[in-house]
Antibody
Framework: EVQLVESGGGLVQPGGSLRLSCAASGFTFSNYAMSWVRQAPGKGLEWVSAITTSGGSTYYADSVKGRFTIARDNSKNTLYLQMNSLRVEDTAVYYC?????????????WGQGTLVTVSS | DIQMTQSPSSVSASVGDRVTITCRASQGTSNWLAWYQQKPGKAPKLLIYAASSLQSGVPSRFSGSGSGTDFTLTISSLQPEDFGTYYCQQANSFPLTFGGGTKVEIK
């Protein structure tokens, strides 16, 4: 069974940092591009970042560019999101998502999400 | 950036009704368009990919159509378990973008 499990969320002050992790199982992680998508409380879905299979290419939303870094460790089947200079508006549930085979950055599996709260 | 505009923002329908949700892209998406269903407190679930292909395990009452800039998700006969919010997403180019969502309620 394909499974994605996020961790690392929590309460952080504005300007602080957090690192999210997403542990993947049930599929060959290194064969799939991955992404992070977030959802602010009561709001819609917002794409955050994506990474290719090898990690050689990364993509970011303008709202996080220069502050967030996506990475992956294919030996550990784990996706990461390093979040620096956090702002109140970064408060959201963060989902990791697996790209569907043969579908350009459409997502067929999502984790349960981890809540990041940025507040003083 | 490609803007995705969904309509309506909410719909209330009875069991057995046909429900149609539309998604308009500000520029062509080459059919890299997906539809997701999200229930409260849960992660989104992929229903339709590549505009009209049904994801494995999704009931056949869900269908997608359209191309270029105009897309439609249809639920042919609404069931009680179909409540939730539906989102479209384009993957033609970065940044990936989602529509604002359509909340489906059962009367």
């Amino acid at each position: 069974e394909v499974q994605l499990v996020e961790s690392g969320g929590g309460l952080v002050q504005p300007g602080g940092s957090l690192r999210l992790s997403c542990a993947a199982s049930g599929f060959t992680f290194s064969n799939y591009a991955m992404s992070w998508v977030r959802q602010a409380p009561g709001k819609g879905l917002e794409w955050v970042s994506a990474i290719t299979t090898s990690g050689g290419s990364t993509y970011y939303a303008d709202s996080v560019k220069g502050r967030f870094t996506i990475a992956r460790d294919n030996s550990k089947n784990t996706l990461y999101l390093q979040m620096n200079s956090l702002r109140v508006e970064d408060t959201a549930v963060y989902y990791c998502a697996k790209v569907r085979h043969g579908s350009w950055y459409l997502f067929d599996c999502w984790g349960q999400g981890t809540l990041v709260t940025v507040s003083s | 950036d490609i803007q995705m505009t969904q309509s309506p923002s909410s719909v209330s329908a009875s069991v057995g009704d046909r429900v149609t949700i539309t998604c308009r892209a500000s520029q062509g998406t080459s059919n890299w368009l997906a539809w997701y269903q999200q229930k409260p407190g849960k992660a989104p679930k992929l229903l339709i990919y590549a505009a009209s292909s049904l994801q494995s395990g999704v009931p056949s009452r869900f269908s997608g159509s359209g191309s270029g800039t105009d897309f439609t998700l249809t639920i042919s006969s609404l069931q009680p378990e179909d409540f939730g919010t539906y989102y479209c997403q384009q993957a033609n180019s970065f940044p990936l973008t989602f529509g604002g969502g359509t909340k489906v309620e059962i009367k």
